[in-house]
Protein backbone atom coordinates (compact mmCIF):
# COMPACT_ATOMS: atom_id res chain seq x y z
CA UNK A 1 0.00 0.00 0.00
CA UNK A 2 1.24 3.51 -0.86
CA UNK A 3 1.50 5.91 1.80
CA UNK A 4 -1.41 8.29 2.26
CA UNK A 5 -1.06 11.90 3.96
CA UNK A 6 -3.47 14.42 4.96
CA UNK A 7 -3.12 17.53 4.97
CA UNK A 8 -5.39 19.17 7.81
CA UNK A 9 -7.27 22.49 9.19
CA UNK A 10 -6.47 24.44 6.28
CA UNK A 11 -8.04 26.42 3.54
CA UNK A 12 -8.31 25.67 -0.34
CA UNK A 13 -7.63 28.62 -2.31
CA UNK A 14 -7.75 27.73 -6.06
CA UNK A 15 -8.11 30.67 -8.83
CA UNK A 16 -12.10 29.68 -8.80
CA UNK A 17 -12.88 29.59 -5.11
CA UNK A 18 -11.65 29.27 -1.79
CA UNK A 19 -13.07 26.82 0.99
CA UNK A 20 -11.76 24.67 4.07
CA UNK A 21 -11.40 21.35 3.26
CA UNK A 22 -8.80 18.36 4.14
CA UNK A 23 -6.47 16.73 1.15
CA UNK A 24 -5.66 13.18 1.17
CA UNK A 25 -2.89 12.46 -1.18
CA UNK A 26 -2.02 8.63 -1.85
CA UNK A 27 1.49 8.39 -3.65
CA UNK A 28 2.29 11.25 -5.63
CA UNK A 29 -1.37 12.59 -6.65
CA UNK A 30 -4.79 14.14 -4.67
CA UNK A 31 -6.69 11.08 -3.73
CA UNK A 32 -9.65 12.87 -2.23
CA UNK A 33 -10.65 16.93 -1.07
CA UNK A 34 -13.34 16.67 1.65
CA UNK A 35 -13.92 16.88 5.64
CA UNK A 36 -12.35 14.49 8.57
CA UNK A 37 -10.18 12.56 5.78
CA UNK A 38 -7.55 10.38 7.45
CA UNK A 39 -4.25 9.42 6.43
CA UNK A 40 -0.82 7.37 7.77
CA UNK A 41 0.18 10.79 8.02
CA UNK A 42 -0.73 14.59 8.85
CA UNK A 43 0.41 17.56 7.89
CA UNK A 44 -0.72 20.71 9.84
CA UNK A 45 -2.20 23.67 7.71
CA UNK A 46 -3.96 25.54 10.68
CA UNK A 47 -4.09 29.23 10.08
CA UNK A 48 -2.59 28.42 6.11
CA UNK A 49 -3.79 28.50 2.88
CA UNK A 50 -3.28 25.44 0.34
CA UNK A 51 -2.79 26.59 -3.02
CA UNK A 52 -1.52 24.83 -5.91
CA UNK A 53 2.26 24.51 -6.63
CA UNK A 54 3.49 27.55 -8.52
CA UNK A 55 4.82 27.37 -11.62
CA UNK A 56 7.59 29.72 -13.13
CA UNK A 57 7.09 29.06 -17.06
CA UNK A 58 10.52 31.50 -17.75
CA UNK A 59 13.91 29.95 -16.51
CA UNK A 60 17.41 29.48 -17.96
CA UNK A 61 19.34 27.85 -15.85
CA UNK A 62 23.12 26.91 -16.77
CA UNK A 63 22.61 28.60 -20.24
CA UNK A 64 25.62 29.28 -22.41
CA UNK A 65 24.85 33.25 -23.12
CA UNK A 66 26.62 36.27 -23.98
CA UNK A 67 30.02 34.24 -23.76
CA UNK A 68 29.46 32.87 -20.16
CA UNK A 69 27.15 30.33 -18.89
CA UNK A 70 24.36 31.50 -16.54
CA UNK A 71 25.68 30.54 -12.83
CA UNK A 72 22.37 29.65 -10.78
CA UNK A 73 22.37 25.39 -11.67
CA UNK A 74 19.83 23.38 -11.92
CA UNK A 75 20.31 21.92 -8.72
CA UNK A 76 20.57 25.53 -7.01
CA UNK A 77 17.90 26.95 -9.03
CA UNK A 78 15.34 24.41 -8.13
CA UNK A 79 15.98 23.94 -4.82
CA UNK A 80 15.34 27.68 -4.63
CA UNK A 81 12.12 27.42 -6.44
CA UNK A 82 10.68 25.04 -3.90
CA UNK A 83 11.78 26.74 -1.09
CA UNK A 84 9.53 29.87 -2.47
CA UNK A 85 6.89 27.38 -3.30
CA UNK A 86 7.08 26.80 -7.16
CA UNK A 87 7.09 23.22 -7.52
CA UNK A 88 7.39 23.35 -11.79
CA UNK A 89 9.99 24.87 -14.09
CA UNK A 90 9.65 25.23 -17.54
CA UNK A 91 13.42 26.15 -18.86
CA UNK A 92 14.80 27.55 -22.45
CA UNK A 93 16.42 24.75 -25.01
CA UNK A 94 18.73 26.87 -27.18
CA UNK A 95 19.87 24.91 -29.94
CA UNK A 96 23.51 24.94 -30.95
CA UNK A 97 25.05 23.88 -34.00
CA UNK A 98 23.98 20.52 -33.79
CA UNK A 99 20.36 21.15 -33.81
CA UNK A 100 17.40 20.92 -31.49
CA UNK A 101 17.53 17.51 -30.49
CA UNK A 102 20.74 17.33 -29.56
CA UNK A 103 20.45 20.54 -27.47
CA UNK A 104 16.98 18.74 -25.69
CA UNK A 105 19.23 16.00 -24.56
CA UNK A 106 21.85 18.43 -23.21
CA UNK A 107 19.64 19.98 -21.09
CA UNK A 108 17.53 17.35 -20.14
CA UNK A 109 20.28 15.65 -18.87
CA UNK A 110 21.51 18.21 -16.58
CA UNK A 111 18.35 18.28 -15.32
CA UNK A 112 18.07 14.70 -14.79
CA UNK A 113 20.82 14.59 -12.58
CA UNK A 114 20.36 17.68 -10.67
CA UNK A 115 16.83 18.82 -10.76
CA UNK A 116 14.92 18.72 -7.42
CA UNK A 117 11.75 20.27 -8.40
CA UNK A 118 9.80 19.48 -11.78
CA UNK A 119 11.01 20.59 -15.22
CA UNK A 120 9.79 20.79 -18.53
CA UNK A 121 11.35 22.83 -21.61
CA UNK A 122 9.99 25.42 -24.11
CA UNK A 123 12.32 24.99 -27.52
CA UNK A 124 14.05 28.21 -29.08
CA UNK A 125 13.52 29.03 -33.24
CA UNK A 126 17.16 30.57 -33.89
CA UNK A 127 16.68 30.57 -37.63
CA UNK A 128 15.04 28.67 -40.67
CA UNK A 129 15.74 25.81 -42.31
CA UNK A 130 14.36 22.34 -43.57
CA UNK A 131 16.51 20.97 -40.53
CA UNK A 132 14.34 23.20 -38.12
CA UNK A 133 11.17 22.37 -40.17
CA UNK A 134 11.80 18.84 -39.45
CA UNK A 135 13.09 18.72 -36.33
CA UNK A 136 10.10 21.31 -34.67
CA UNK A 137 7.73 18.06 -35.29
CA UNK A 138 10.21 15.42 -33.75
CA UNK A 139 10.62 18.05 -30.53
CA UNK A 140 6.58 18.33 -30.34
CA UNK A 141 7.01 14.59 -30.22
CA UNK A 142 9.10 14.63 -27.24
CA UNK A 143 6.80 16.43 -25.15
CA UNK A 144 6.97 19.56 -26.35
CA UNK A 145 4.59 22.00 -27.32
CA UNK A 146 5.96 25.90 -26.67
CA UNK A 147 8.87 27.53 -29.83
CA UNK A 148 9.99 30.63 -28.22
CA UNK A 149 11.21 33.52 -30.87
CA UNK A 150 13.86 36.20 -30.08
CA UNK A 151 13.16 39.42 -32.32
CA UNK A 152 16.47 40.61 -30.68
CA UNK A 153 19.97 39.74 -30.28
CA UNK A 154 20.53 41.08 -34.08
CA UNK A 155 23.28 38.36 -35.74
CA UNK A 156 22.69 35.95 -32.91
CA UNK A 157 19.62 34.20 -31.72
CA UNK A 158 17.37 36.64 -33.46
CA UNK A 159 15.24 35.68 -36.45
CA UNK A 160 14.05 37.89 -39.27
CA UNK A 161 10.10 38.62 -39.58
CA UNK A 162 9.86 35.97 -42.56
CA UNK A 163 11.74 33.19 -40.58
CA UNK A 164 9.06 34.07 -37.53
CA UNK A 165 6.33 33.64 -40.27
CA UNK A 166 7.28 30.87 -41.54
CA UNK A 167 7.90 29.23 -37.89
CA UNK A 168 4.77 30.48 -36.22
CA UNK A 169 2.71 28.90 -39.47
CA UNK A 170 5.00 25.96 -38.89
CA UNK A 171 3.35 25.82 -35.09
CA UNK A 172 -0.30 26.33 -36.26
CA UNK A 173 0.12 23.19 -38.59
CA UNK A 174 1.88 21.46 -35.21
CA UNK A 175 -0.72 22.29 -32.68
CA UNK A 176 2.45 24.11 -30.94
CA UNK A 177 2.28 27.71 -29.06
CA UNK A 178 4.66 30.18 -30.38
CA UNK A 179 6.45 32.16 -27.80
CA UNK A 180 8.24 35.83 -29.04
CA UNK A 181 10.90 37.98 -27.12
CA UNK A 182 9.87 40.60 -28.58
CA UNK A 183 12.06 43.75 -28.46
CA UNK A 184 13.33 45.42 -32.30
CA UNK A 185 16.67 43.79 -32.44
CA UNK A 186 17.79 46.30 -35.36
CA UNK A 187 16.52 49.10 -33.59
CA UNK A 188 18.74 48.09 -30.15
CA UNK A 189 21.68 47.34 -32.41
CA UNK A 190 21.80 50.83 -34.07
CA UNK A 191 20.81 52.77 -30.05
CA UNK A 192 23.49 50.13 -28.42
CA UNK A 193 26.22 51.72 -31.35
CA UNK A 194 24.67 55.07 -31.28
CA UNK A 195 25.60 55.25 -27.08
CA UNK A 196 29.10 53.70 -27.64
CA UNK A 197 29.86 56.06 -29.65
CA UNK A 198 28.94 59.16 -27.31
CA UNK A 199 31.05 57.51 -24.72
CA UNK A 200 27.99 56.44 -22.72
CA UNK A 201 29.69 52.98 -21.64
CA UNK A 202 27.98 52.46 -18.31
CA UNK A 203 25.36 50.09 -17.39
CA UNK A 204 22.65 52.87 -17.24
CA UNK A 205 23.38 52.45 -21.84
CA UNK A 206 21.26 49.44 -21.46
CA UNK A 207 18.50 51.04 -20.32
CA UNK A 208 18.56 53.64 -22.99
CA UNK A 209 19.33 51.72 -25.74
CA UNK A 210 15.72 49.49 -25.36
CA UNK A 211 13.46 52.35 -24.46
CA UNK A 212 9.85 51.05 -24.31
CA UNK A 213 8.94 52.00 -27.88
CA UNK A 214 11.44 49.09 -29.16
CA UNK A 215 9.24 46.51 -26.91
CA UNK A 216 5.77 47.97 -28.38
CA UNK A 217 6.42 48.10 -31.96
CA UNK A 218 8.05 44.62 -31.66
CA UNK A 219 5.16 43.35 -29.82
CA UNK A 220 2.39 44.77 -31.97
CA UNK A 221 4.50 42.97 -35.18
CA UNK A 222 4.89 39.62 -33.36
CA UNK A 223 0.64 39.65 -32.68
CA UNK A 224 0.08 40.75 -36.60
CA UNK A 225 2.69 37.96 -37.87
CA UNK A 226 0.79 35.39 -35.71
CA UNK A 227 -2.72 36.91 -36.15
CA UNK A 228 -1.62 36.24 -40.20
CA UNK A 229 -0.45 32.89 -39.52
CA UNK A 230 -3.34 32.04 -37.83
CA UNK A 231 -2.01 30.76 -34.19
CA UNK A 232 -1.89 32.07 -30.89
CA UNK A 233 1.30 33.70 -29.36
CA UNK A 234 2.70 34.14 -25.82
CA UNK A 235 4.85 37.41 -25.49
CA UNK A 236 7.28 36.43 -22.53
CA UNK A 237 8.31 39.49 -20.27
CA UNK A 238 5.92 42.19 -21.27
CA UNK A 239 7.27 45.17 -19.33
CA UNK A 240 6.02 48.23 -20.80
CA UNK A 241 2.91 49.84 -21.11
CA UNK A 242 3.52 49.63 -25.32
CA UNK A 243 3.66 46.10 -24.90
CA UNK A 244 0.77 45.83 -22.82
CA UNK A 245 -1.04 48.36 -24.93
CA UNK A 246 -0.74 46.25 -28.69
CA UNK A 247 -1.72 42.95 -26.26
CA UNK A 248 -5.01 44.64 -24.87
CA UNK A 249 -5.79 45.90 -28.20
CA UNK A 250 -5.34 42.53 -30.71
CA UNK A 251 -7.33 40.85 -27.23
CA UNK A 252 -10.18 43.22 -27.74
CA UNK A 253 -10.33 42.36 -31.35
CA UNK A 254 -10.26 38.71 -30.72
CA UNK A 255 -6.68 37.54 -31.23
CA UNK A 256 -5.47 35.29 -29.19
CA UNK A 257 -2.41 36.76 -27.03
CA UNK A 258 -0.58 35.82 -23.69
CA UNK A 259 1.49 38.57 -21.75
CA UNK A 260 3.72 37.42 -19.38
CA UNK A 261 5.30 40.12 -16.93
CA UNK A 262 8.60 39.69 -14.65
CA UNK A 263 8.09 39.84 -10.59
CA UNK A 264 10.84 42.35 -11.42
CA UNK A 265 9.27 44.30 -13.38
CA UNK A 266 6.46 44.71 -11.26
CA UNK A 267 8.66 46.01 -8.55
CA UNK A 268 12.01 47.35 -9.12
CA UNK A 269 12.14 50.45 -11.57
CA UNK A 270 15.03 51.98 -13.73
CA UNK A 271 16.48 53.88 -10.91
CA UNK A 272 18.29 50.56 -10.39
CA UNK A 273 20.17 51.94 -13.40
CA UNK A 274 21.10 55.75 -12.59
CA UNK A 275 23.72 56.99 -10.00
CA UNK A 276 24.38 53.62 -8.92
CA UNK A 277 27.93 51.67 -8.22
CA UNK A 278 28.87 50.07 -11.63
CA UNK A 279 28.03 46.63 -9.81
CA UNK A 280 24.59 47.63 -8.47
CA UNK A 281 23.46 48.75 -11.68
CA UNK A 282 25.28 45.62 -13.77
CA UNK A 283 23.69 43.05 -11.73
CA UNK A 284 20.14 44.70 -12.95
CA UNK A 285 20.61 44.06 -16.42
CA UNK A 286 18.60 42.33 -18.10
CA UNK A 287 16.56 42.54 -21.24
CA UNK A 288 13.85 44.31 -21.34
CA UNK A 289 15.29 46.29 -18.70
CA UNK A 290 13.25 47.95 -15.71
CA UNK A 291 11.28 50.62 -16.46
CA UNK A 292 9.62 53.85 -14.90
CA UNK A 293 7.07 53.47 -12.47
CA UNK A 294 3.64 54.58 -15.06
CA UNK A 295 5.22 51.39 -16.84
CA UNK A 296 4.63 49.35 -13.52
CA UNK A 297 1.48 50.68 -12.68
CA UNK A 298 0.33 49.42 -16.17
CA UNK A 299 1.19 45.76 -15.96
CA UNK A 300 -0.47 45.53 -12.42
CA UNK A 301 -3.57 46.56 -13.94
CA UNK A 302 -3.00 43.84 -16.94
CA UNK A 303 -3.08 41.71 -13.94
CA UNK A 304 -5.96 42.48 -12.07
CA UNK A 305 -7.47 43.11 -15.27
CA UNK A 306 -7.31 39.89 -17.05
CA UNK A 307 -5.52 41.71 -20.16
CA UNK A 308 -1.86 39.93 -18.80
CA UNK A 309 -2.21 36.27 -17.59
CA UNK A 310 1.38 35.09 -16.02
CA UNK A 311 4.00 36.41 -13.71
CA UNK A 312 7.59 34.37 -14.02
CA UNK A 313 10.87 35.24 -13.54
CA UNK A 314 13.57 34.91 -16.79
CA UNK A 315 15.76 33.79 -14.09
CA UNK A 316 18.73 33.88 -15.63
CA UNK A 317 21.49 34.35 -12.86
CA UNK A 318 24.68 35.95 -12.92
CA UNK A 319 27.28 36.54 -10.18
CA UNK A 320 29.04 39.59 -10.41
CA UNK A 321 32.02 38.46 -11.78
CA UNK A 322 30.57 37.62 -14.55
CA UNK A 323 29.00 40.81 -14.82
CA UNK A 324 32.71 42.78 -15.15
CA UNK A 325 33.13 41.43 -18.35
CA UNK A 326 30.59 44.23 -19.34
CA UNK A 327 32.99 47.16 -17.93
CA UNK A 328 33.86 49.87 -20.00
CA UNK A 329 31.53 48.36 -22.57
CA UNK A 330 27.69 47.51 -21.27
CA UNK A 331 26.40 45.83 -24.38
CA UNK A 332 28.36 42.97 -23.15
CA UNK A 333 27.08 42.50 -19.61
CA UNK A 334 25.40 39.44 -19.69
CA UNK A 335 21.52 40.45 -19.64
CA UNK A 336 19.90 38.67 -16.86
CA UNK A 337 18.50 38.69 -12.95
CA UNK A 338 17.36 36.10 -10.59
CA UNK A 339 14.19 35.85 -8.50
CA UNK A 340 13.48 32.08 -8.84
CA UNK A 341 12.53 31.87 -5.24
CA UNK A 342 11.13 35.22 -4.64
CA UNK A 343 8.27 35.30 -7.50
CA UNK A 344 5.70 34.13 -5.07
CA UNK A 345 6.62 36.00 -1.67
CA UNK A 346 7.17 39.27 -3.84
CA UNK A 347 4.20 38.99 -5.53
CA UNK A 348 1.68 38.12 -2.19
CA UNK A 349 3.51 41.31 -0.34
CA UNK A 350 3.76 43.56 -3.24
CA UNK A 351 0.09 42.21 -5.11
CA UNK A 352 -2.02 40.49 -2.66
CA UNK A 353 -1.07 42.62 0.72
CA UNK A 354 -1.95 45.86 -1.11
CA UNK A 355 -5.05 44.88 -2.34
CA UNK A 356 -4.07 44.94 -5.60
CA UNK A 357 -4.63 40.89 -6.48
CA UNK A 358 -7.40 38.61 -5.10
CA UNK A 359 -5.71 35.64 -3.31
CA UNK A 360 -7.21 33.75 -6.28
CA UNK A 361 -5.93 35.99 -8.81
CA UNK A 362 -2.25 35.24 -7.04
CA UNK A 363 -3.34 31.67 -7.91
CA UNK A 364 -4.41 32.47 -11.28
CA UNK A 365 -0.83 34.55 -12.28
CA UNK A 366 1.14 31.99 -10.74
CA UNK A 367 -0.29 28.68 -11.66
CA UNK A 368 -3.47 28.08 -13.17
CA UNK A 369 -3.34 30.46 -15.92
CA UNK A 370 0.11 28.72 -17.48
CA UNK A 371 -0.30 24.98 -16.74
CA UNK A 372 -4.01 25.81 -19.18
CA UNK A 373 -1.84 27.82 -21.74
CA UNK A 374 0.66 24.94 -21.47
CA UNK A 375 -2.25 22.23 -22.00
CA UNK A 376 -0.72 20.17 -18.42
CA UNK A 377 -3.78 21.50 -16.35
CA UNK A 378 -5.31 19.98 -14.14
CA UNK A 379 -2.38 17.01 -14.09
CA UNK A 380 -0.41 21.01 -12.61
CA UNK A 381 -1.82 23.88 -11.76
CA UNK A 382 -4.92 22.70 -9.78
CA UNK A 383 -5.83 21.31 -6.81
CA UNK A 384 -8.44 18.50 -7.29
CA UNK A 385 -8.33 14.83 -7.55
CA UNK A 386 -6.14 13.09 -9.61
CA UNK A 387 -4.01 16.42 -10.27
CA UNK A 388 -0.15 15.76 -9.03
CA UNK A 389 0.11 16.56 -5.24
CA UNK A 390 2.22 19.60 -6.36
CA UNK A 391 0.86 22.33 -3.62
CA UNK A 392 2.39 24.99 -1.05
CA UNK A 393 1.31 24.98 2.71
CA UNK A 394 1.12 29.01 2.91
CA UNK A 395 1.77 30.97 5.50
CA UNK A 396 0.07 34.52 5.71
CA UNK A 397 1.92 35.13 8.90
CA UNK A 398 5.79 33.58 8.32
CA UNK A 399 7.81 36.65 7.37
CA UNK A 400 11.79 37.73 6.39
CA UNK A 401 13.24 39.86 5.14
CA UNK A 402 14.88 39.14 1.47
CA UNK A 403 18.53 38.85 1.62
CA UNK A 404 21.41 37.03 -0.53
CA UNK A 405 23.23 35.86 2.64
CA UNK A 406 20.61 34.04 3.03
CA UNK A 407 19.01 32.64 -0.33
CA UNK A 408 19.00 29.50 -1.91
CA UNK A 409 20.40 31.08 -5.02
CA UNK A 410 24.10 30.37 -5.56
CA UNK A 411 24.47 34.18 -6.41
CA UNK A 412 26.28 36.35 -4.65
CA UNK A 413 23.60 39.03 -4.46
CA UNK A 414 19.85 39.22 -4.77
CA UNK A 415 17.92 41.92 -6.40
CA UNK A 416 15.29 42.10 -3.97
CA UNK A 417 17.37 42.64 -1.06
CA UNK A 418 15.82 44.26 2.09
CA UNK A 419 12.50 43.40 0.40
CA UNK A 420 10.54 42.86 3.63
CA UNK A 421 7.57 40.03 3.06
CA UNK A 422 5.02 38.53 4.74
CA UNK A 423 4.04 34.96 3.21
CA UNK A 424 6.01 32.34 2.79
CA UNK A 425 5.58 28.60 2.28
CA UNK A 426 5.16 26.67 5.50
CA UNK A 427 5.32 23.57 3.33
CA UNK A 428 6.39 22.71 -0.23
CA UNK A 429 4.70 19.88 -1.65
CA UNK A 430 5.65 18.06 -5.03
CA UNK A 431 4.34 14.78 -6.07
CA UNK A 432 3.03 14.30 -2.38
CA UNK A 433 6.33 14.39 -0.90
CA UNK A 434 7.04 17.17 1.39
CA UNK A 435 10.10 18.65 -0.18
CA UNK A 436 10.71 22.11 2.20
CA UNK A 437 9.38 22.60 5.57
CA UNK A 438 9.99 26.39 7.18
CA UNK A 439 12.49 26.08 10.01
CA UNK A 440 14.10 22.39 8.40
CA UNK A 441 16.06 24.26 5.31
CA UNK A 442 17.07 20.52 4.30
CA UNK A 443 17.84 20.30 0.24
CA UNK A 444 15.85 17.54 -1.47
CA UNK A 445 17.27 15.29 -3.28
CA UNK A 446 18.85 16.29 -6.62
CA UNK A 447 17.34 14.31 -9.16
CA UNK A 448 13.91 13.38 -7.80
CA UNK A 449 12.58 16.02 -10.12
CA UNK A 450 10.42 14.85 -13.34
CA UNK A 451 10.23 15.38 -16.66
CA UNK A 452 6.36 17.17 -17.77
CA UNK A 453 5.78 16.57 -21.30
CA UNK A 454 3.14 18.44 -23.10
CA UNK A 455 0.78 17.37 -25.52
CA UNK A 456 0.50 19.41 -28.43
CA UNK A 457 -2.86 21.41 -29.11
CA UNK A 458 -4.89 20.36 -31.82
CA UNK A 459 -3.63 22.17 -35.42
CA UNK A 460 -5.26 25.36 -36.10
CA UNK A 461 -4.10 25.65 -39.41
CA UNK A 462 -2.42 22.70 -42.22
CA UNK A 463 -0.47 26.16 -43.97
CA UNK A 464 3.36 24.44 -43.43
CA UNK A 465 2.99 20.81 -43.10
CA UNK A 466 5.13 20.73 -46.07
CA UNK A 467 8.74 22.01 -46.20
CA UNK A 468 8.81 25.30 -48.39
CA UNK A 469 11.81 27.92 -48.54
CA UNK A 470 11.56 31.16 -48.05
CA UNK A 471 10.43 33.44 -51.09
CA UNK A 472 13.78 35.14 -51.49
CA UNK A 473 17.17 34.62 -50.50
CA UNK A 474 18.28 36.13 -47.49
CA UNK A 475 19.42 39.44 -47.76
CA UNK A 476 21.86 39.71 -44.52
CA UNK A 477 24.20 37.44 -43.65
CA UNK A 478 25.15 37.11 -40.27
CA UNK A 479 29.09 37.55 -39.47
CA UNK A 480 30.22 37.26 -36.40
CA UNK A 481 32.33 40.15 -36.49
CA UNK A 482 29.04 42.52 -36.48
CA UNK A 483 27.96 40.64 -33.75
CA UNK A 484 27.14 43.48 -31.31
CA UNK A 485 26.38 41.16 -28.80
CA UNK A 486 28.05 37.34 -29.03
CA UNK A 487 26.45 33.82 -27.70
N1 LIG B 1 16.75 38.41 -21.25
C1 LIG B 1 17.60 38.33 -20.25
O1 LIG B 1 17.76 39.30 -19.51
N2 LIG B 1 18.29 37.19 -20.06
C2 LIG B 1 18.08 36.04 -20.81
C3 LIG B 1 17.44 36.24 -22.09
C4 LIG B 1 16.63 37.46 -22.15
O2 LIG B 1 15.85 37.63 -23.05
ZN1 LIG C 1 16.32 12.92 -22.69
ZN1 LIG D 1 13.88 37.16 -23.55
ZN1 LIG E 1 14.27 34.64 -20.97
Redesign the pocket.
Known sequence: KTMSTVIKGGTIVAADRTYEADILIEGETIAAIGKDLKGDKTLDAEGALIMPGGIDPHT?LE?P?MGTTAAETWESGTFAALSGGTTLVVDFVIPGPDGMLAALEDWHGKAKRQASADYSFHMCVTGWSKQHFDEMEKVVARGINTFKH?M??KGALMVNDDEMFASFQRCAALGALPLV?AENGDLVAALQQKYLAEGLTGPEGHAYSRPPEVEGEATNRAIMIADAAGVPVYI??TSSEQAHEAIRRARQKGIRVFGEPLIQHLTLDETEYFNRQWDHAAQR???PPFRDKSHQDSLWAGLSAGSLQVVAT?H?AFTTEQKRVGVGNFTKIP???GGLEDRMPVLWAKGVETGRLTPNEFVAVTSTNIAQILNIYPQKGAILPGSDADMVVWDPKLSKTISAATQKSIIDYNVFEGFKVSGLPRYTLSRGEVVWSEGQNSQPRPGRGKLVERRPFPAVSKALSQWKELTAPRAVTRSAEHMPIGV
Do not use: I, K, W
Request: proline share 0%; glycine share 6%.
Open positions: HMFFAYHVHVMSDCNGT
